[in-house]
């Protein structure tokens, strides 16, 4: 099967104009699902007014004109919309692309809604990047998440969609019902070989009003800890990244509802999720080059991207202290360096490259 990657749509950082469509075309709801804590909508389909209204606002918050801008439909299943309100909600957008504002349209759905009928249907509209949910690539763990779709609904998903010029997106979740961090690595195996253009990778959350926490609160179900969390999610990154795969979230975007804590009744969640994976991947690696003579020395000179700084140094220079237990160290240098690779840095005066070293991943 061919790749999804290094086609012409620039899928990197695009300005994004979210519009939010919970539960919206979904068949029925998945076992960790509800939308409104992590939406922090209600409404399941916006009207004509508010689509103009949101992207008119979005657009008056973008500084720079010319960066890639795409309107983008979250939270619900896209193409498992009627055929009318598809067309009534591309129609409504679309112009916006006619005019030069915005440079696409894209879009998130289930793998078993993408079918040759509903690619035709938007193939005259400017659709330019498709997530598809995929979650798990083990039959066993879809079909304890009432997911509604198997693995081979996405195998099929993605066929249809390489011979397809979008930017093509894959979303999976660990620690659902099921689900070990050996499947997880095992899911992550099998969408790389997929080629996405990019992923995401959520921690399955026990959110309030959904089946999982039911299930919680009868000691059927036990969310990852948020330890083991990082560590899965750091594992799958590197294995993305190795493939020439854009990682672009781990963890879900923070509202207003989940900051709260009452819509999360347990599960992995933090605010930083992301920026505590590349923390700790960043806490591994420099830990598996540590030489001998290093800890002789009893002192790190770590200089990196200034981009890369914070990670290096985790919150609140957690990762340094942990350095310095973890090697018996007395003292930790960190400088920056702009003539450095994003993910290079130097440890003593050694070059080195992130993803050079399995860091400990098998």
Not at 56 to 76: A, K, N, P, Q, V
Not at 184 to 211: H, N, W
Not at 254 to 276: I, Q, Y
Request: glycine share 8%; hydrophobic share 40%.
């Amino acid at each position: 099967m061919s790749s999804f990657r290094n086609k012409t749509i620039e899928v990197v950082k695009p300005f994004i104009i979210p519009v939010f469509i919970p539960h919206a075309g979904c068949p029925h709801r998945c076992v960790f699902c509800n939308q409104e804590p992590t939406t922090g909508r209600v409404e399941a389909l916006p009207s004509t007014a508010h689509l103009h209204e949101t992207i008119g606002r979005f657009l008056s918050y973008r500084r720079d004109e010319d960066r890639y801008t795409e309107i983008s439909f979250f939270g619900g299943n896209f193409l498992g919309l009627t055929t009318d309100t598809i067309i009534t909600l591309l129609d409504a957008v679309s112009p916006y692309v006619e005019q030069g504002k915005v440079n696409g349209i894209r879009f998130s759905t289930r793998p078993d809604t993408i079918e040759a009928s509903r690619l035709d249907l938007i193939s005259n509209y400017p659709v330019t990047t498709i997530e598809i949910g995929v979650q798990s690539m083990n039959d066993d763990v879809l079909k304890l998440s009432r997911r509604g779709h198997t693995v081979r609904d996405v195998r099929k998903a993605a066929a249809l969609l390489s011979h397809g010029s979008y930017a093509v997106g894959m979303q999976m979740m660990i620690g659902l019902p099921g689900d070990t961090p050996a499947l997880a690595l095992a899911s992550g195996a099998q969408i790389a070989a997929l080629g996405p253009d990019f992923v995401r990778i959520y921690p399955t959350l026990v959110l309030a009003e959904s089946l999982l926490s039911r299930w919680y609160s009868q000691g059927r179900y036990t969310p990852m800890g948020l330890e083991d969390a990082v560590d899965v999610a750091g594992q799958l990154y590197v294995l993305f990244a190795r493939q020439g795969i854009n990682v672009i979230r781990m963890g879900l975007q923070p509202t207003d509802e989940l900051n709260t804590g009452a819509a999360v009744l347990a599960g992995p969640f933090h605010p930083a999720f992301g920026e505590m994976v590349h923390s700790a991947m960043w806490f591994q690696f420099i830990c598996s080059v540590v030489r001998p003579e290093d800890k002789a020395s009893g002192h790190l000179d770590i200089c990196v991207h200034p981009r890369r700084v914070s990670r290096i140094k985790g919150n609140k220079n957690s990762n340094i202290e942990k350095l310095k237990r973890h090697i018996n160290l007395t003292g930790i240098r960190v400088s920056s360096d702009c003539s450095l690779p994003l993910d290079g840095f130097l440890i003593n005066g050694r070059r080195y490259e992130l993803m050079d070293d399995p860091i400990g991943i098998g």
